[in-house]
């Protein structure tokens, strides 16, 4: 496999408190890569600098082969980075299709045919064609989620960014998202996808990387990683909820 994604020695401060420290980390194009890590560890963050919400001081990024980091947030969507947000702002008042249009053309940039079609193959993938009429605001919490996805994915994403979609969501509104997500790579689209509910992470990623203090603490296949004795410690002591996954996750 080819490397889509490569961050070189990214450093980033906010202020003067280091927050992401001399990252490496190299996405194949096509992997399924789930990210964990304890509260405050640098996740979001990170998905900020690679999607260039958020400058890097030093380091480089490059998507398949180019450098990136002096790329905007706008260019790099147009490259191929598609994100979601922790916290979802779609517009409220705004219909489901329109919200998907909305990305497709300032996002992607696309023309007034082709945004159209790239916000209704996105809701079609995301199982919201029946809600293209409704207003964003009238979704429930799930179809919120999906209209997330569906935003992101119609910029036509060949990297799509997740930023804990699954927080909220009942089991079977989760294993309802994990699928969505599992089809959405299984039509070629490589994923990096922040969770906490790292119980439900390890069932679709293929690789798991784990941050801790802006940097890598552990790289690998996730039942190997969760195993690991180094990322067990890290969590014992943070919060409660994410040592549970762990352990349980661990047996
Ligand atoms: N805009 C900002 N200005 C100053 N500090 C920030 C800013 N954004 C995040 N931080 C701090 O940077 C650190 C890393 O935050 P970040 O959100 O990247 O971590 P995270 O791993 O995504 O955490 P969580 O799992 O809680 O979402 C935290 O200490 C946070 O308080």
Same mark, same amino acid.
């Given at each position: 496999?080819?490397?889509?994604?490569?961050?070189?020695?990214?450093?980033?401060?906010?202020? =003067?408190? #280091?927050? $992401?420290?001399?990252?490496?980390?190299? !996405?194949? &194009?096509?992997?399924?890569?789930? !990210? $964990?890590?304890?509260?405050?560890?640098?996740?979001?963050?990170?998905?900020?600098?690679?999607?260039?919400?958020?400058?890097?001081?030093?380091?480089?990024?490059?998507?398949?082969?180019?450098? $990136? @980091?002096?790329?905007?947030?706008?260019? =790099?969507?147009?490259?191929?980075?598609? =994100?979601?947000?922790?916290?979802?702002?779609?517009?409220?008042?705004?219909?489901?299709? /329109?919200?998907?249009? !909305?990305?497709?053309?300032?996002?992607?940039?696309? &023309?007034? /045919?082709?945004?159209?079609?790239?916000?209704?193959? +996105?809701?079609?993938?995301?199982?919201?064609?029946?809600?293209?009429?409704?207003?964003?605001?009238?979704?429930?919490? %799930?179809?919120?989620?999906?209209?997330?996805?569906?935003?992101?994915?119609?910029?036509? #994403?060949?990297?799509?960014?997740?930023?804990?979609?699954?927080?909220?969501? @009942?089991?079977?509104?989760?294993?309802?998202?994990?699928?969505?997500?599992?089809?959405?790579? +299984?039509?070629?689209?490589?994923?990096?996808?922040?969770?906490?509910?790292?119980?439900?992470?390890?069932?679709?990623?293929?690789?798991?990387?784990?941050?801790? &203090?802006?940097?890598?603490?552990? &790289?690998?296949?996730? +039942?190997?990683? $969760?195993?690991?004795?180094?990322?067990? /410690? @890290?969590? %014992?002591?943070?919060?409660?909820?994410?040592?549970?996954?762990?352990?349980?996750?661990?047996?």
């Amino acid at each position: 496999m080819t490397s889509l994604l490569t961050l070189s020695g990214v450093h980033k401060a906010y202020g =003067r408190t #280091p927050v $992401i420290r001399g990252l490496d980390l190299t !996405v194949a &194009d096509g992997e399924f890569v789930g !990210v $964990i890590g304890p509260n405050g560890a640098g996740k979001t963050t990170a998905f900020g600098l690679i999607a260039g919400h958020l400058r890097c001081d030093s380091g480089t990024i490059q998507l398949q082969g180019h450098d $990136i @980091t002096a790329l905007s947030a706008d260019e =790099r969507c147009r490259a191929g980075i598609g =994100r979601t947000f922790q916290i979802p702002q779609p517009f409220a008042g705004l219909s489901v299709y /329109e919200n998907a249009l !909305v990305a497709a053309t300032y996002g992607a940039g696309l &023309d007034s /045919e082709p945004a159209a079609e790239a916000a209704c193959d +996105a809701l079609r993938r995301c199982g919201l064609s029946a809600q293209g009429n409704q207003t964003a605001g009238s979704l429930t919490l %799930l179809q919120r989620k999906r209209l997330e996805v569906a935003r992101a994915l119609a910029t036509s #994403p060949r990297l799509l960014l997740l930023d804990e979609v699954g927080g909220g969501l @009942t089991d079977a509104e989760v294993h309802e998202l994990l699928e969505l997500v599992s089809e959405i790579h +299984a039509q070629g689209v490589t994923v990096l996808w922040i969770e906490h509910l790292v119980h439900a992470l390890v069932k679709v990623a293929l690789r798991l990387v784990v941050l801790t &203090d802006g940097s890598l603490l552990a &790289d690998g296949p996730p +039942a190997e990683v $969760i195993a690991s004795r180094l990322v067990r /410690e @890290t969590y %014992l002591g943070s919060e409660l909820e994410m040592e549970a996954e762990v352990e349980h996750v661990a047996g």
